[in-house]
């Protein structure tokens, strides 16, 4: 009798893990033989949830710490054990440069983390959560399939911060944005609440126009005067996430009140810019890219997308295709299966 080959149909486990600058998700996947990377039969066993790893914004040793917990929280999920991982894939805000990757490569190979290690910024993978989704969307409907190419494609990430990224024909690469929010992130989450914040301002003062979102942006601080907005931006180490997280009491009131709107025009136009910028300098037809929109801003609120997709149309033109990226871990998931041996 022939003894099966069992090392051949045993499963290869992946861990993915997304990193940003309010949390961290860690996924142990199982692949098994034969089954394609964009086959959409990868299963998730095992899931990890922490604290912030955007060095940073949290500090190197606070952000490995984050990662430590989701990543073993996900094993645990998983019952399996760190040894069998056979690919990590962990894609994290605050890597771009390479002394930023080296120093988490160093920690990852301390750790043993896979017999093989990727580190790559959160923007990166993003394209292929977006291509990943839009397959699960047609193997789950009976539609058609959507006509989308993503070898050509643009990634709008739009959070606390905002950064765009594309990539042409040729294999081209550029990013733009991802300066932080003194040197750029314009349209960001920070950026519209702090704009909601100065118009509050300058509304007290009278130097600008009455406006709803005094009310309603000194409620969730719990403030009862606008003079207490001084000790909560100039006496406690920059609130970047509390003023972010204002950015929804903006976009609520914008539907009826015409600061507010005007704060969020400005915004969207901020975000068309960036695609704009990226179209231009990679020579792109827009109506031959793919779009991929992530980042809370605008995965929670649908009338962003639409004013945005509205200044594209009016603009540079409209994508083939926009989806937004229901979970981010995705991109590693799908750059770890790629590469999986």
């Not at 099966?4 to 998700?25: E, F, H, Y």
């Given at each position: 009798?022939?003894?099966k080959n ?14 940003g ?12 033989p034969?089954?394609g990377?964009l086959?959409?039969k ?20 606070r952000a ?6 989701a990543?073993g929280?996900a094993l ?16 994290l ?38 291509e990943?989704?839009q ?12 006509a989308?190419?993503?070898?050509q ?10 950064i ?12 733009v ?5 003194l ?22 003062d ?7 979102l005094?009310?309603a ?36 009131v ?7 709107a ?12 960036l ?6 300098r ?9 779009l ?10 649908a ?21 937004v990226?229901r979970?981010?871990t995705?991109?590693?998931l ?7 041996d």
């Amino acid at each position: 009798m022939t003894r099966k080959n069992t090392s051949q149909n045993s499963p290869k486990w992946i861990l993915a893990v997304d990193g940003g600058g309010t949390k961290t998700i860690a996924w142990i996947a199982k692949v098994m033989p034969n089954d394609g990377p964009l086959s959409g039969k990868i299963e998730v066993v095992g899931r990890g949830l922490s604290g912030p790893s955007n060095p940073h914004s949290v500090g190197f040793l606070r952000a490995i710490s984050n990662l430590d917990l989701a990543i073993g929280a996900a094993l645990e999920d998983a019952s399996i054990a760190m040894d069998s991982l056979s690919i990590a894939c962990l894609s994290l805000a605050g890597v771009s440069r390479p002394d930023e990757k080296s120093e988490l490569m160093e920690w990852a190979e301390s750790r043993q983390l896979a017999k093989k290690i990727m580190i790559v910024e959160d923007v990166a993978p993003l394209a292929l959560a977006a291509e990943y989704e839009q397959e699960l969307d047609f193997a789950h409907s009976s539609g058609h399939p959507i006509a989308s190419d993503w070898g050509q494609s643009i990634t709008l990430v739009v959070g606390t911060g905002s950064i765009a990224c594309g990539v042409n024909a040729n294999q081209e690469r550029i990013r733009v944005g991802g300066w932080g929010y003194l040197l750029g992130d314009e349209g960001s989450g920070f950026a519209i609440g702090l704009a909601g914040l100065q118009a509050v301002c300058r509304a007290h003062d009278r130097t600008g126009p009455e406006t709803e979102l005094v009310s309603a942006m000194l409620s969730p601080l719990g403030f009862a005067s606008v003079t207490q907005l001084v000790a909560f931006v100039y006496q406690t180490p920059l609130p970047r996430t509390e003023i972010a997280k204002l950015a929804e009491v903006v976009i609520e009131v914008s539907e009826r009140d015409s600061v507010a709107a005007q704060i969020i025009d400005s915004a969207v136009d901020s975000m068309a810019n960036l695609i704009g910028v990226v179209v231009k300098r990679l020579r792109l037809e827009p109506s031959e890219v793919s779009l991929a929109l992530s980042g809370g801003i605008l995965k929670h609120h649908a009338s962003m997308v639409n004013r945005l997709r509205t200044i594209l149309s009016r603009g540079i033109g409209t994508p083939r295709t926009i989806h937004v990226i229901r979970q981010p871990t995705h991109g590693p998931l799908m750059l770890a299966a790629k590469d999986l041996d």
